[in-house]
């Protein structure tokens, strides 16, 4: 996806979901420049969305947030369902799972810019869990679990400069990270309080139980 359709799934959800690493925190970012949805009627107001509009709208915003096709994000969903626990617990529990993703957590622990890099550069192989190469994006990480970079894929161009990144960068009280290795580990579960998404999460689990 290129880098003006991903600015544009920003716009038309109306918050930052953070899809092009660096690019997103610098002036350059068009939802500092154009916060209005894009097209050329983009500035004009809208009327409020439905209730199934609104749920649809947060839906869209948490799959483009951890880079999810509606066929992944519907199963991570659908299965936290079927436990019929409280909203409260359901909803810690789906972003758990999506963040215990290995995609997720190389960019979690800085090892990338963003989560559609971190998918890229799991599906090439550059990464180890445990010793063991893993190109899985969808494989979920535990507690004890090491991932680093493979020994190989250290001397690539886009590692380089990854150490001096990191000393700049603080992981999530679940992970930490080994610059001189170029390893992290997952020292705890992720806490949903912490990660905080701009996503009404109860809304989601409404659209899918109709």
Known sequence: MKIDEKCKICRRQGVKLFLKGERCFSSKCPMIRKPYPP?????KRRKPPSEYGKELTEKQKLKYWYNLKDRQFQNYVREILTKRGRV????????????????????????????????????????????????????????????KIRPSSTKKAMFQHLP??????????????????????VKDLPKAEEVLPPVEISAIFELYSR
């Open 39 to 43: 097209g050329q009627k983009g500035k």
């Open 88 to 147: 409260e617990d359901a909803a810690s529990q789906l972003i758990q799972k999506l963040e215990r993703r290995l995609d997720n957590t190389v960019f979690r622990l800085g090892f990338a810019s963003s989560r559609a890099q971190a998918r890229q550069l799991v599906s090439h192989r550059h990464f180890l869990v445990n010793n063991i190469v893993v190109n899985i994006s969808s494989f979920l990480v535990k507690k004890g679990d090491k991932i």
């Open 164 to 185: 001096m990144t990191l000393k700049k960068y603080t992981p999530p009280s679940w992970l930490s990270v080994n610059i001189e290795k170029l390893e992290g580990e």
